[in-house]
């Protein structure tokens, strides 16, 4: 389990520099037909200036995390080239948001199951 936020936050996207082997592993390890769903940040955000951060309990510091911003294009380029294809995109925004505050991609794994039911 991990309980110190820094390893957590090491394990996401926006906080890896190069996409490509992220994306590679989960296509190396998905079975056709299977989902890889990311939900990150919105970019629109971390171009803004909004990171990762957190309150560390014994000190009471502000901690950021280190993280890498990549644009929409990045994700889904990573994703093709590892061998997906894009199923579905979506921006969310909280009520208020003027900026999209989440991003997420589905991405296919080889054939997607709905083209065997045609």
């Excluded at 394990?11 to 190069?18: K, Q």
């Excluded at 380029?77 to 999209?100: K, L």
């Amino acid at each position: 389990m991990v309980t110190d936020p820094r390893e957590a936050y090491d394990r996401w996207p926006g906080h890896v520099e190069a996409l490509g082997p992220v994306f590679q592993e989960a296509r190396r390890v998905l079975r056709d037909g299977g989902t890889f769903y990311l939900a990150e940040l919105h970019p629109t955000r971390q171009f803004g200036g909004t990171q990762a951060h957190f309150e560390d309990e014994a000190t009471g510091e502000t901690v950021v995390i280190e993280a890498f911003t990549h644009p929409v294009s990045e994700f889904v380029n990573a994703g093709v080239e590892a061998g997906f294809s894009v199923r579905g995109m979506g921006e969310w925004r909280a009520d208020g948001d003027e900026r999209p505050r989440l991003l997420s991609i589905r991405f296919g794994a080889g054939f997607d199951v709905a083209d065997l039911q045609q």
